[in-house]
């Protein structure tokens, strides 16, 4: 491996969050190729530094201290360890999975409690009431729910157990074996489907963007922080339901597409009105109600396989095309089974035709659009009919492609989205999305399981955070897909650079085409692979952008993604064009003379090579 620049400045900001000071940050600084290569061998000069990880590979300082204190009060530190569930259906799944995994496992002394807010010292009813489920098992069975946890996203947030933290020091919020007299009030479970219709905009002269509940600082106040920080530390502590309820509506009309700009939110709630909309405007019957938010990404993409394993049974399922990592174990670990067809291929589909045409039944079909980290963009049209013809669903990632770009319902059951990135930005809270489509066959018995089924388990202190953060999602949409273009012109120009994947280059482009809106981009997401991974380490190590985990933020973040994702299996990876040599950009909002100069700069230090005579 070629000397690394530790002395520059860039390459100081090992485990530092990403963004820089930010408590939530969904990623984390690795600076150098060396250092990315060390977190993946669990060196203690990398681990030791980190501020913080992607929440679903770490464990957030604050869910870990919520967790340690749980297990202080109500088990044994010396043999017990705690995972934090928003609910006990969560925390059943955790032990389901525990079962399935291994059954020789002792699980008698694994417990499940509930906290629930003291009734003693009931918040206003106005207020988020604490609530939380700690799942105490054995430490030796740590492998198996860190998995769980990884592969499902079901484990409470880092603002979620801040929530409960505070609300456990201050005696609001009890396990709830103590919780005995008979007259206590029942404890709501919480809305369990998105029923409440409240106004997002009752008065738009009182705030902004139709927030009329967000309290302004008062200018008498001294020392008022930005509105961020001010939401984060005023009001985490103090949630409003209302707000919250808020929040939740316009994220789904944002995705749903009634929210097109900052000034349409809508004056009336009544979500049934919502079928006219630019997601649904070719899907009749169309409306936010098909609209469902999670906690995460992988979350959303857990409970639809979920769902559609209890709407249609227990069939294997396929996944098409490279996939990010944790989808493929869900499939493989949460159900029968899967056909993996990694590359993507028309000859995978012709195979999975004779498959179909010899009677081999299947669930359904997953995909992204496009792929992630090779951005290649599967045959919907061709899915859709196979689909059609042997009774299977299809269902979508559109994360890359994001709906701005693509419309991809029509070809889909169920598109699933990680809020986390793009439509977010700004790296600072995890999210997910699930819609249905109602033109589906499978859509009468999926819209059945979702009512009986579906637990709405954002945090609403997320939810405020999202929707602030989602408001300027088109005009930044419009910025990353020039920038990403840009970016991409200046890496195919390189000899040192073998191949550069992004929608517009790829082969597959007639399929990504296909599906492009009008005024749609092909994303802010891109990878290139080098001729030597030497070439590739020092352009990583001279890049200065921000470096670590994640993609679809406000700022440009590169990562050596199969090293990070695939580390212990890189040949597997590779003969599915996933080299080791490939690094990932997720272009940001820069000014795109500063980024061209970065991304040159980093190409310049790379060496040349004597070529043969």
Same mark, same amino acid.
């Given at each position: 491996?070629?000397?690394?620049?530790?002395?520059?400045?860039?390459?100081?900001?090992?485990?530092?969050?990403?963004?820089?000071?930010?408590?939530?940050?969904?990623?984390?600084?690795?600076?150098?190729?060396?250092?990315?290569?060390?977190?993946?061998?669990?060196?203690?000069?990398?681990?030791?530094?980190?501020?913080?990880? +992607?929440?679903?590979?770490?464990?957030?300082?604050?869910?870990?201290?919520?967790?340690?204190?749980?297990?202080?009060?109500?088990?044994?530190?010396?043999?017990?360890?705690?995972?934090?569930?928003?609910?006990?259906?969560?925390?059943?799944?955790?032990?389901?999975?525990?079962?399935?995994?291994?059954?020789?496992?002792?699980?008698?002394?694994?417990?499940?409690?509930?906290?629930?807010?003291?009734?003693?010292?009931?918040?206003?009813?106005?207020?988020?009431?604490?609530?939380?489920?700690?799942?105490?098992?054995?430490?030796?069975?740590?492998?198996?729910?860190?998995?769980?946890?990884?592969?499902?996203?079901?484990?409470?947030?880092?603002?979620?157990?801040?929530?409960?933290?505070?609300?456990?020091?201050?005696?609001?919020?009890?396990?709830?074996?103590?919780?005995?007299?008979?007259?206590?009030?029942?404890?709501?479970?919480?809305?369990?489907? +998105?029923?409440?219709?409240?106004?997002?905009?009752?008065?738009?002269?009182?705030?902004?963007?139709?927030?009329?509940?967000?309290?302004?600082?008062?200018?008498?106040?001294?020392?008022?922080?930005?509105?961020?920080?001010?939401?984060?530390?005023?009001?985490?502590?103090?949630?409003?339901?209302?707000?919250?309820?808020?929040?939740?509506?316009?994220?789904?009309?944002?995705?749903?597409?009634?929210?097109?700009?900052?000034?349409?939110?809508?004056?009336?709630?009544?979500?049934?009105?919502?079928?006219?909309?630019?997601?649904?405007?070719?899907?009749?019957?169309?409306?936010?109600?098909?609209?469902?938010? +999670?906690?995460?990404?992988?979350?959303?993409?857990?409970?639809?396989?979920?769902?559609?394993?209890?709407?249609?049974?227990?069939?294997?399922?396929?996944?098409?095309?490279?996939? +990010?990592?944790?989808?493929?174990?869900?499939?493989?670990?949460?159900?029968?089974?899967?056909?993996?067809?990694?590359?993507?291929?028309?000859?995978?589909?012709?195979?999975?035709?004779?498959?179909?045409?010899?009677?081999?039944?299947?669930?359904?079909?997953?995909?992204?659009?496009?792929?992630?980290?090779?951005?290649?963009?599967?045959?919907?049209?061709?899915?859709?009919?196979?689909?059609?013809?042997?009774?299977?669903?299809?269902?979508?990632?559109?994360?890359?492609?994001?709906?701005?770009?693509?419309?991809?319902?029509?070809?889909?059951?169920?598109?699933?989205?990680?809020?986390?990135?793009?439509?977010?930005?700004?790296?600072?809270?995890?999210?997910?999305?699930?819609?249905?489509?109602?033109?589906?066959?499978?859509?009468?018995?999926?819209?059945?399981?979702?009512?009986?089924?579906?637990?709405?388990?954002?945090?609403?202190?997320?939810?405020?955070?999202?929707?602030?953060?989602?408001?300027?999602?088109?005009?930044?949409?419009?910025?990353?897909?020039?920038?990403?273009?840009?970016?991409?012109?200046?890496?195919?120009?390189?000899?040192?650079?073998?191949?550069?994947?992004?929608?517009?280059?790829?082969?597959?482009?007639?399929?990504?085409?296909?599906?492009?809106?009008?005024?749609?981009?092909?994303?802010?997401?891109?990878?290139?692979?080098?001729?030597?991974?030497?070439?590739?380490?020092?352009?990583?190590?001279?890049?200065?952008?921000?470096?670590?985990?994640?993609?679809?933020?406000?700022?440009?973040?590169?990562?050596?993604?199969?090293?990070?994702?695939?580390?212990?299996?890189?040949?597997?990876?590779?003969?599915?064009?996933?080299?080791?040599?490939?690094?990932?950009?997720?272009?940001?909002?820069?000014?795109?003379?500063?980024?061209?100069?970065?991304?040159?700069?980093?190409?310049?230090?790379?060496?040349?090579?004597?070529?043969?005579?």
């Amino acid at each position: 491996m070629p000397g690394i620049p530790s002395d520059l400045p860039w390459n100081q900001t090992l485990g530092e969050t990403v963004p820089p000071n930010t408590p939530h940050a969904v990623s984390v600084s690795l600076p150098t190729w060396k250092s990315n290569v060390a977190y993946e061998e669990g060196e203690r000069w990398v681990l030791d530094k980190m501020q913080c990880g +992607y929440p679903r590979f770490f464990i957030h300082r604050s869910i870990e201290r919520l967790a340690q204190n749980i297990v202080q009060q109500h088990g044994s530190p010396d043999i017990d360890k705690v995972m934090l569930f928003p609910t006990k259906n969560a925390a059943r799944r955790c032990k389901d999975f525990f079962q399935r995994q291994d059954p020789e496992t002792d699980l008698s002394n694994i417990r499940i409690l509930e906290f629930l807010p003291n009734p003693e010292k009931m918040p206003s009813a106005k207020r988020v009431l604490p609530r939380v489920v700690a799942y105490v098992y054995s430490k030796e069975l740590w492998p198996l729910a860190k998995a769980f946890w990884q592969h499902t996203g079901e484990g409470i947030s880092s603002r979620h157990a801040e929530f409960c933290q505070r609300a456990l020091d201050d005696g609001l919020m009890v396990e709830a074996s103590c919780i005995s007299r008979p007259d206590t009030p029942r404890m709501s479970k919480g809305p369990r489907r +998105y029923q409440r219709h409240v106004s997002v905009d009752h008065d738009a002269s009182n705030g902004v963007n139709g927030h009329s509940n967000l309290p302004t600082p008062s200018s008498t106040e001294p020392g008022v922080p930005d509105s961020a920080q001010f939401v984060e530390e005023r009001f985490g502590r103090h949630l409003d339901v209302e707000f919250a309820a808020q929040a939740k509506l316009a994220i789904r009309r944002r995705i749903a597409g009634s929210l097109t700009t900052d000034e349409e939110l809508p004056q009336s709630l009544h979500t049934a009105a919502d079928a006219t909309n630019e997601r649904g405007k070719d899907i009749p019957g169309f409306s936010v109600d098909d609209v469902y938010l +999670y906690p995460g990404g992988m979350n959303a993409m857990f409970h639809a396989h979920r769902s559609l394993m209890l709407a249609r049974g227990e069939l294997p399922s396929i996944m098409y095309g490279f996939p +990010y990592v944790d989808a493929l174990k869900v499939l493989e670990k949460f159900g029968p089974g899967a056909t993996f067809y990694g590359y993507g291929s028309q000859a995978e589909l012709d195979d999975l035709e004779h498959r179909l045409e010899s009677g081999q039944k299947f669930l359904a079909l997953f995909c992204e659009f496009p792929s992630n980290p090779l951005l290649r963009s599967p045959n919907l049209k061709r899915i859709r009919a196979l689909a059609d013809k042997y009774d299977f669903a299809v269902v979508i990632d559109e994360t890359i492609g994001n709906f701005l770009n693509v419309h991809v319902l029509p070809y889909a059951d169920i598109v699933w989205s990680s809020l986390t990135k793009i439509f977010s930005g700004d790296s600072n809270v995890m999210a997910g999305s699930t819609i249905l489509n109602p033109q589906s066959r499978y859509y009468a018995q999926l819209k059945h399981i979702f009512n009986a089924e579906y637990d709405d388990t954002q945090f609403q202190g997320d939810s405020v955070c999202l929707e602030r953060n989602s408001r300027d999602f088109i005009t930044r949409i419009q910025r990353v897909n020039c920038n990403a273009e840009i970016i991409a012109e200046t890496l195919r120009s390189h000899p040192a650079i073998k191949q550069v994947n992004y929608p517009k280059y790829s082969d597959t482009r007639p399929y990504y085409d296909a599906c492009r809106l009008p005024n749609g981009g092909y994303g802010g997401l891109l990878s290139a692979t080098f001729h030597h991974i030497e070439d590739a380490q020092v352009f990583y190590d001279h890049l200065q952008t921000e470096k670590g985990p994640s993609l679809g933020t406000n700022f440009t973040l590169a990562s050596p993604f199969v090293i990070l994702a695939h580390y212990n299996e890189l040949d597997w990876a590779a003969q599915f064009g996933c080299e080791a040599n490939l690094i990932r950009f997720s272009v940001g909002l820069e000014d795109k003379e500063q980024l061209k100069k970065a991304f040159a700069l980093a190409l310049s230090a790379i060496p040349p090579r004597e070529t043969a005579a």
